[in-house]
């Protein structure tokens, strides 16, 4: 870690909640049996394709890290990627073999014992990914205060987060840095716990709660609010699964809030509109994105079939020919003609039990 920031985040130390998350994940937990709720630890969340990587990892590296789930998209090799609350490392390492040798993996978390973990197998890795080079760097510092570590402007391609968002005490920070950092046509690709309502203050001043995950979910029209304010248009839900409190001493006190582990994907796109609309376009998936060969999910409702032509509206177009999924389409129509809303477009809550369509848009 550089002496700059180590002084930028020292700078910035002392609030209330960062020192109840610092606290609960670098001192009282010691490895992922003792998290109370699965809020950020379902390990049959997580795609076949994606375990071979994790064989990879030093075991501490492993044990030391509070979630199961790995959140990370397709199509990365040579990309630049940001991990927000990268703790032991676990993510990160397993991203710097997707993105290879030649990309680069950054991963920042504000708790100096977690960071040490990665910190001390960084050779271990280089070493079993057969790499010359190191392709990881560690940042101690927050996620609200990314202009403090040295990161330039547009300078990542994809930003992820695995259930660390809830824990920031300033959400809508967050979301503008991200924005900031992110490459015209880069993704934010993040899983978080969001709530049904909004959560009480009784329950987010709850240090258990709150460093569960729960306590500072944001109710989910909030965050879309907060998502759109920052420049992330139409935002998409990728999946998406309740949480059970199980813990019978925090059941009681969480009552009949709803949560939900959901995983959303933002893209950094100048000009997208707030609905769905029909230009008359289409898509046609070539196939060659890693292991959906056969069928590409770009969220919960386009999984588009290779070979097949697929309508879609003005957004999802732009989603996928403005961004590093270009090279796996052809795309069918431009933006001369308008149609209307899109048809089968509609809103209602995000998290229902809905199978996604596969013949159109939305």
Request: negative net charge; glycine residues 12%.
């Amino acid at each position: 870690m550089s002496g700059a920031s180590l002084t930028n985040f020292n700078h910035f130390k002392g609030t209330t909640m960062h020192d109840l998350v610092k606290d609960y994940y670098g001192r009282q937990l010691q490895s992922s049996a003792d998290l109370r709720t699965s809020a950020c630890c379902d390990a049959s969340q997580m795609p076949e394709w994606l375990k071979p990587l994790l064989a990879h990892i030093h075991s501490e590296v492993m044990s030391r890290y509070y979630g199961c789930g790995l959140v990370a998209p397709q199509s990365l090799v040579g990309c630049r990627v940001l991990d927000l609350g990268c703790g032991s490392g676990r993510d990160v390492y397993a991203l710097a073999q997707m993105v290879g040798e030649h990309g680069q993996v950054v991963g920042v978390d504000m708790t100096e014992e977690q960071l040490a973990v990665a910190e001390r197998h960084r050779a271990y890795h280089r070493e079993a990914f057969g790499y010359a080079r190191d392709n990881v760097d560690f940042r101690l510092g927050y996620i609200e205060h990314l202009d403090a570590l040295g990161l330039e402007d547009a300078s990542f391609d994809v930003v992820v987060s695995n259930c660390v968002v809830n824990l920031s005490p300033d959400k809508d920070a967050v979301l503008r840095q991200v924005h900031r950092l992110l490459n015209p046509g880069g993704e934010f690709y993040f899983s978080d716990v969001y709530a049904d309502r909004r959560v009480p203050s009784a329950l987010r001043d709850d240090p258990v709660l709150y460093g569960e995950g729960l306590g500072g979910a944001l109710y989910w029209n909030d965050f879309l609010r907060l998502a759109r304010g920052q420049g992330f248009g139409d935002p998409r839900l990728v999946k998406d699964r309740p949480i059970a409190i199980t813990d019978p001493s925090l059941a009681p006190r969480v009552g009949n809030i709803g949560f939900y582990s959901a995983t959303w994907r933002l893209f950094k796109l100048d000009g997208l509109e707030s609905d769905c609309e029909d230009y008359g376009q289409a898509v046609i998936y070539q196939g060659g994105i890693g292991s959906q060969e056969s069928c590409f999910t770009l969220d919960k409702h386009h999984c588009i079939e290779a070979g097949r032509v697929f309508p879609v509206c003005g957004n999802t177009w732009r989603m996928l020919q403005e961004t590093r999924f270009a090279p796996y389409f052809d795309f069918v129509g431009d933006f001369s003609r308008h149609y209307g809303i899109f048809a089968g477009c509609g809103g209602g809550l995000p998290f229902d039990d809905a199978e996604a369509h596969r013949s159109g848009c939305c």
